[in-house]
């Protein structure tokens, strides 16, 4: 058998499968679909100080290789989170990755300083894709000194694994990755959703309300790669490979690109139990090509 763990920071995951943050809720919504056993990491949706009703809708809309959302980080807000959806998390076997968001730097530090003393959260994920609202709207994000300062002021307020989400929509992704790196992440995962947009001809006008939105799904996949590819050799720490995985071989690419996990994220909807697959994939691989660790998998590019 293949050792399948991954270290990240101070901790383990049992296997690098993961369910991507707004497409998997709490948890408690997949309960009753499938089994929650195989999980190696659940990260929950952004989880914001306030709660947020989210933007108008329609929020949704399929694309002709994937789909765009425009949700506005719709969440129950830190105390629900709490009270309604923490307990439930508490009693799922996979390690549980709170996302945190936020419309300003200070929001992080309130969620993060606010859990820290919750039991069953095993690390974080911080979605710097957020508009910043400090930053005149810009993602967080794009800026690799308020990456570096945001990152380091978090690293003080906790020991458990901290992982930067790294948004697409830059020049180089790699000057990010670097950036969050030197102010103590102990992992990037990459990467968010990409700026897209779709129009209705009949009513000339958007049809997301917002005008844009995240592109999601199949057609973000070589993008993913390219990401994962470049950041893992730029950086040290080990790189969560997330974006466009609809089958179990592409989940492979981004472990043969130089991810250390990966997270399934819009395949869920029309799969919840995909997940489950491509760890049986991932272990079949590693049988047929004799490896003793899922760690291997990336130094076999050539
Ligand atoms: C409906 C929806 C909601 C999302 N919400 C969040 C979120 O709250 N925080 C976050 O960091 N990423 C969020 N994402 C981005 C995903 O976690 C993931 O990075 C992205 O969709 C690319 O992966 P995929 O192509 O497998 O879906 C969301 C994506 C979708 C489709």
Not at 87 to 110: C, M, W
């Amino acid at each position: 058998m293949m050792d399948l763990t991954v270290r990240i920071g101070s901790r383990t995951l049992n296997n690098p499968i993961g369910v991507a943050s707004g497409t998997f809720g709490y948890g408690s919504e997949y309960e009753k679909l499938i089994d929650l056993n195989s999980i190696g990491a659940l990260y929950t949706k952004a989880v914001t100080p306030e709660p947020r009703p989210g933007n108008d809708v329609p929020r949704i809309v399929e694309t002709p290789s994937g789909m765009l959302n425009s949700i506005g980080l719709a969440n129950v807000g830190l105390e629900r989170f709490i009270n309604e959806k923490l307990p439930f998390l508490k009693s799922v076997p996979s390690a549980v990755i709170v996302n945190v968001a936020g419309a300003e730097q200070r929001d992080y530090h309130t969620v993060i300083e606010t859990l820290a003393a919750e039991d069953g959260i095993w690390g974080w994920e911080i979605n710097l894709s957020c508009p910043n609202v400090k930053c005149g709207g810009l993602a967080l994000g794009t800026d690799p000194t308020l990456v570096e300062n945001l990152t380091s002021e978090l690293r003080a307020l906790t020991d458990k694994p901290l992982i930067i989400k790294l948004t697409p929509n830059v020049t180089d992704i790699t000057a990010i990755a670097r950036a969050a790196e030197q102010g103590g992440a102990d992992a990037v995962s990459c990467i968010n959703t990409l700026v897209g947009m779709l129009i209705d001809t009949e009513h000339q006008r958007p049809i997301l309300p917002g005008g844009t939105g995240g592109l999601s799904g199949p057609a973000v996949l070589p993008v993913g790669l390219a990401a994962v590819y470049r950041v893992s050799r730029a950086v040290e720490i080990p790189v969560i490979g997330v974006g466009g995985i609809l089958e179990p071989d592409h989940a492979l690419q981004y472990l043969l690109a130089g991810a250390a996990a990966v997270q399934v994220g819009t395949a869920n909807f029309i799969d919840p139990q995909i997940h489950q697959r491509i760890l049986e994939a991932v272990e079949a691989y590693g049988e047929r090509h004799d490896l003793r660790a899922v760690r291997e998998i990336g130094s076999l590019l050539q």
